[in-house]
């Protein structure tokens, strides 16, 4: 946080040159200052001491290592209290919108792998039992549909915490009169925060962000536990980049790298609740339970970073096996589209939703496939069969027929797909 420290004490310090606390020739000397101790951070040449307390008195202490006793002058009016607040804010928001890109790179690559592989059909389930067939790249889209409402959420997060909190004080508000929209025009916010005691606890912003993302990592989890079932279905190939052997069995392939992302969640969780916990009992203003947020924010977003090119890379490198995927398929998935044969004959659907369920029956008490059931066999069922019912048992048919909007259909899908790789430009 060194770096938001440091333009934040120049927007300070040009702040109060604004209304005569420092003279141009000391404003310029504390800027010059400032843009000295950025180079050695930047560097790795900063020596952190004993005695700095924290980072804002570690750059307070090395500039006025630098340019003497007017370094002491860039503290006036404020307090630790509004800097670190801005200080926080400033990162949260780079950091969230360095995010917003790595979103974007997962959107796009999806997509496009979606595309790639349209025409694979695949198993759809519910209750984790055959429920429709349902193309593959449905499938993977539906996960990025979340992943749609995680950036747009995201989005809606930023104009909230990028606020400006300096010139608070320590709770009261400044003595000196800074101009607080100078420093927020000058550091980049979209305004200030309107309560000096709210300005200097408020941490909505660290805990909007740390439920965003145990939502995101829920999500990429979800993700993760399907492929892994696929995977032990043979339906999809994880590549060796994200998985690993055995160290006692010689044939194993353990798709790793999604366990982890599939773990990753229950620590996300953990971290949002710990700091909702923290900020319950604190009473106005600022206190130092507060210095508490750093370490869920840190880990937060290096998880988040981590998970999303993890996650990315899995996606690209996977291979779809389109004949296990197809053999996953069953007749009986298709007992659906029996029932929707009689609706299209005028049948009310409660009627052949039964209709259909004694087929399936049938079938399970000859112990054979509803597809080898005879149109005789059929019609003893219910006589408003005909021949061209042996029409429904086919899969791509079934799919093509899903043709309204987020359907199995192709042309739909691929509406999906567009939609995402526009969106994905937008982040």
Known sequence: ??????????????????????????????????????????????????????????NERRLTEIIG????????GRSRNDQVATDTRLWIVDAERDILKDLATLLQAAAEFAEHHIDILMAGYTH???????????WL???MAAIMRDAERLQQLIPRANQCPLGAGALAG????????????????DGVTSNSLDSVCDRDFVAEFLMWHSLLLVHLSQMAEDLIINNMLKCVDMDDAYATGSSLMPQKKNPDALELLRGKAGVALGRSV????????????YNKD??????PLFDAVDTVKDCLAIATGVIVTMKPNPKMLMKALCPEMLATDLADYLVRKGVPFRETHHISGACVRLAEEMDVSID???????QKIDSRFEEDVLKVWDYEVSVERKSSIGGTAKARVQEQIEKCKAFAKTL
């Open 174 to 189: 400044n003595a000196f009169g800074v101009d607080r929209e100078f420093l927020a025009k000058e550091l980049g916010f």
């Open 372 to 378: 080898t059931l005879t149109l005789e066999q059929l």
């Open 274 to 285: 710990g700091l909702m916990a923290t900020l319950k009992g604190l009473p106005r203003a």
């Open 141 to 143: 889209m539906s996960h």
């Open 128 to 138: 984790l039992q055959p429920a429709q067939p349902i193309r593959f790249s449905h």
């Open 69 to 76: 006793p007017l370094g002491g002058k860039l503290h006036t």
């Open 1 to 58: 946080m060194w770096a938001q420290d440091i333009r934040g004490s120049i927007a300070y310090a040009k702040a109060t040159t604004k209304v005569g606390i420092l003279t141009a020739e000391e404003s310029s000397a504390i800027v010059s200052g400032l843009e000295q101790v950025h180079a050695e951070w930047a560097a790795g040449t900063f020596e952190i001491k004993p005695g700095d307390e924290d980072i804002h008195t570690a």
């Open 290 to 295: 507060l210095q508490e947020d750093k370490v």
